[in-house]
Structures are given as structure tokens and as C-alpha cells.
T-cell receptor
Framework: AQSVTQLDSHVSVSEGTPVLLRCNYSSSYSPSLFWYVQHPNKGLQLLLK??????LVKGINGFEAEFKKSETSFHLTKPSAHMSDAAEYFC????????????FGSGTKLNVKP | DAGVIQSPRHEVTEMGQEVTLRCKPISGHNSLFWYRQTMMRGLELLIYFNNNVPIDDSGMPEDRFSAKMPNASFSTLKIQPSEPRDSAVYFC????????????FGPGTRLTVL
């Protein structure tokens, strides 16, 4: 069975400081994992994806995530937060045996303080 | 590529009226997903199709909701009769056939039932 747990519902950082959004997953087999971002009143945009290639995945806007099988984690990081990063972030695991059905985490709202 | 297209973008209706939401997936994608997002329940998968065939509609909240995909380029989600608790943002997403591929989300339809 597939599932995702996002460990923090809200994260607050100051502009220019690092960002860490935590995600743990459960999967019956080698997973495909994604991070999506949703800005207020907008749709969901893909940040990055992991599909069993390099374990360190680089995405858009300076974000990256590291797949750690031993820890079943896929945490999202960014070295330096920008005001425009304030949004909600969703970690997702895909069921490749079920037409790429997505299992979403509950989301983490990132607040960036000036 | 125009991406996933949804219409209307906003819909305001009165309780008891029929509502039809429309989605045009990205050309060549063969899976289509309908989601609902509310503050209380977050993102919920309602139904998804593969090659125009409904695969899993277990997320459809009740018989008032129905969805169709008459061809590869068009899908509808209908609510009849609508109720105030149906107020939400409804997203459509499409995905190509390959395993591990992401879903591409439309901009959403914001539905308000008075």
C-alpha cells in the first residue's frame, strides 16, 4: 500500500535562511515520488520528481530533494528561502501499478518572513 | 502546449441547481483524474479514467456526483442537485502512459453553491 506523511503542517522561516520540509513515505515497491507546490488560489505545479535514477533530485526554483530508502524519506530542501516561496507544498507517492494514481500528503504551508 | 484546460474557472450557483465542470486533458495523455480541494478535507481524489474508461470512482462522495469521459479530449464532472457543502475547488489532472510520470494539473474550477 502507498501512503505519505508530511511531518509538519506549518513551517516558518526567515528570508535567506534554509528550508526543510519533511516527508516520509510507505510503498510496496520502489516508489515514484514527487513534490508539488500550490501558491494561494492557484493550481498545483510540479517542483521535482524521483523515479529511481539519482537519489538527489534537483527541481525548479532552487529546490532539491533526497531519496533515502533506508529512512523511507524524501525531504525537500532549499538553501535560501525567498518571499516568493511562501506556498503550500505537497509530497506525493505514485502507484505505478494503478495508472499513476497519486497518494498525497496532507501538505505543509511554508511561511517566509522578511 | 496549452496544458490541462478547465472551464468554467468560477461558478456560482444556487442549491438544487445542476452544475457541470469541464476538462480538456493534454493531448496524448491517457489517464485523467478529478480532485476536490477544501480547507477541511484537503485534496481528495474523486474519480479517474484510463483510456476513457472509469477505473475507480470510490472517491465520489454520493450519487449526486457523476463523471464521464466520452472521448480522449474531454471529460465532465456533474453535480445534480448541488448543495452548499459541494463548494470547493475542483481540479482536473492528466498523465501520460509511462510509469512514474507526473500528473499535470489544470487551474481548477472554484465552485460556490449558495
Amino acid at each position: 500500500a502507498q501512503s505519505v506523511t508530511q511531518l509538519d503542517s506549518h513551517v516558518s522561516v526567515s528570508e535567506g535562511t534554509p528550508v526543510l520540509l519533511r516527508c516520509n513515505y510507505s510503498s510496496s515497491y520502489s516508489p515514484s515520488l514527487f513534490w508539488y507546490v500550490q501558491h494561494p488560489n492557484k493550481g498545483l505545479q510540479l517542483l521535482l520528481k524521483y523515479t529511481s535514477a539519482a537519489t538527489l533530485v534537483k527541481g525548479i526554483n532552487g529546490f532539491e530533494a533526497e531519496f533515502k530508502k533506508s529512512e523511507t524519506s524524501f525531504h525537500l530542501t532549499k538553501p535560501s528561502a525567498h518571499m516568493s516561496d511562501a506556498a503550500e507544498y505537497f509530497c506525493v507517492v505514485s502507484d505505478m501499478n494503478n495508472f499513476n494514481k497519486f497518494y498525497f500528503g496532507s501538505g505543509t504551508k511554508l511561511n517566509v518572513k522578511p | 502546449d496549452a496544458g490541462v484546460i478547465q472551464s468554467p474557472r468560477h461558478e456560482v450557483t444556487e442549491m438544487g441547481q445542476e452544475v457541470t465542470l469541464r476538462c480538456k486533458p493534454i493531448s496524448g495523455h491517457n489517464s485523467l483524474f478529478w480532485y476536490r480541494q477544501t480547507m477541511m478535507r484537503g485534496l481528495e481524489l474523486l474519480i479517474y479514467f484510463n483510456n476513457n474508461v472509469p477505473i475507480d470512482d470510490s472517491g465520489m462522495p454520493e450519487d449526486r456526483f457523476s463523471a464521464k469521459m466520452p472521448n480522449a479530449s474531454f471529460s465532465t464532472l456533474k453535480i445534480q442537485p448541488s448543495e452548499p457543502r459541494d463548494s470547493a475547488v475542483y481540479f482536473c489532472a492528466s498523465s501520460p502512459r509511462s510509469v512514474g510520470n507526473e500528473q499535470f494539473f489544470g487551474p481548477g474550477t472554484r465552485l460556490t453553491v449558495l
